[in-house]
């Protein structure tokens, strides 16, 4: 938008419908964006099954995690027995 001679223009109009007599393409799009049904909310959930579903995750996230740490561990070691065996061959000549 940028001001010229004191009132605001835009590319766009500000009027939602059409401007001039000629139609466009989106004037019938929103008619029929008007007429979208409303989503119905979601069916009660009673307290006690959400706060299972909750502790499940809760214990699923927490395993997974573990299981990341415990890779993370065992692929360090590994690592770090390559690299003594590839500096003693190195070192060594065997």
């Known amino acids: 938008m940028s001001s010229i001679g004191g009132r605001m223009s835009s590319r766009h109009s500000d ?3 059409n401007s ?7 004037s019938k799009a929103t008619a029929a964006v008007s ?3 409303a989503v119905p909310p979601p069916a009660p959930v009673s307290v006690s099954a ?3 579903q909750q502790v499940e995750w809760k214990r699923r ?3 997974e995690y573990h299981s990341i740490l415990q ?6 070691a ?6 003594w065996s590839q500096n003693r061959k ?3 000549g065997k």
């Open 20 to 26: 001039g007599a000629i139609a466009t393409r989106g």
């Open 61 to 63: 996230v927490r395993s």
């Open 50 to 52: 959400a706060v299972s």
């Open 90 to 92: 190195a070192t060594t």
């Open 35 to 37: 007429k979208v049904r």
């Open 78 to 83: 590994e690592e770090a027995k390559v690299a």
């Open 15 to 17: 009027g939602g419908g």
């Open 71 to 76: 890779h993370k561990r065992t692929r360090r």
